[in-house]
């Protein structure tokens, strides 16, 4: 196998393993089949081309250690994380969307936790890069479903530098990060509050596409990325949670926040 530096990590690549959806199979298995000679039926490679291997149930499991270079898209292994989800394919072996909820919860909080090590990496499924259906879910609903920003080459936030265009994801154990540095306004505080009790009863990370500091009044305005359909609800949601106002915009909900201190 060839061993590589980290550092040049850009990007992850979803795939399936084409396997049926009573597949109870994890990385085991597939390093096997990988591993097996191509006489006997298998790949004949060194290891497992896979990083990372998602089981029905959620579950996740090591592949191939992460230094070493992966086997699962010709042409991008060199520079990427090869993420394989178990299953893709119905009982006649025709490609089929069959991922659980639980299967794709771990794969979100997984891409959170490689994008704090490698931030600028982007997200694709393998069917960007060969002529196959593979991972066969649409990696840009799911992107959106969870609230992962897939253009994370945008500048960072800069506290001094009024208004914010960088879509950011919010979720608690990030919000903080959302302000630069120095004092963070009391309203500010204020809003990521407000933030997190909406997002927790909306029940998906949110992303904030715009955010504008009013340093006159001490408020702020932000617009977060909210379907068509689920706008009405998340506005009630907003309000209740503590904006001053919520309301539609293209795009989202744009959301307004006063200063409380006397």
């Not at 298998?42 to 990372?52: N, Q």
């Not at 086997?71 to 991922?99: M, Y």
């Not at 990696?139 to 253009?151: C, H, N, P, T, W």
Request: aromatic share 8%; net charge neutral.
């Amino acid at each position: 196998m060839i061993k590589r530096d980290l550092n040049i990590i850009n990007e992850f690549i979803l795939h399936c393993s084409a396997n049926g959806p009573g597949s109870n199979i994890g990385a085991r298995e597939i390093r096997r089949y990988h591993t097996l000679p191509v006489a006997k039926g298998g790949r004949g490679w060194e290891d497992i081309g896979y990083h990372v291997v998602i089981r029905r149930d959620g579950t996740e499991e090591d592949g191939r250690p992460l230094e070493y270079q992966g086997a699962h898209c010709e042409g991008h292994n060199k520079t990427t994380i090869g993420i394989c989800l178990v299953g893709g394919i119905d009982n006649s072996g025709r490609p089929q969307d069959n991922f659980t909820r639980e299967q794709f919860d771990t794969l979100a909080k997984l891409i959170r936790r490689l994008r704090l090590r490698w931030p600028k990496a982007s997200i694709h499924g393998h069917n960007e890069y060969a002529n196959k259906p593979c991972p066969v879910f649409n990696v840009a609903k799911f992107l959106e479903r969870y609230g992962i920003v897939q253009d994370p080459g945008a500048p960072a936030w800069d506290a001094g530098r009024w208004p914010h265009f960088r879509p950011a994801e919010f979720e608690k154990s990030g919000c903080d990060g959302l302000w630069g540095s120095g004092p963070m306004p009391t309203v500010w505080k204020a809003v990521l509050d407000a933030l997190e009790r909406s997002r927790e009863r909306y029940g998906h990370p949110l992303i904030l596409d715009k955010a504008e500091w009013h340093p006159e009044t001490l408020a702020l305005m932000c617009d977060v990325r909210i379907p068509e359909s689920a706008r009405p609800s998340f506005i009630r949601l907003a309000m209740d949670a503590g904006f001053v106002s919520a309301r539609s915009v293209s795009g989202g909900v744009r959301l307004y926040m006063e200063n409380s201190e006397e």
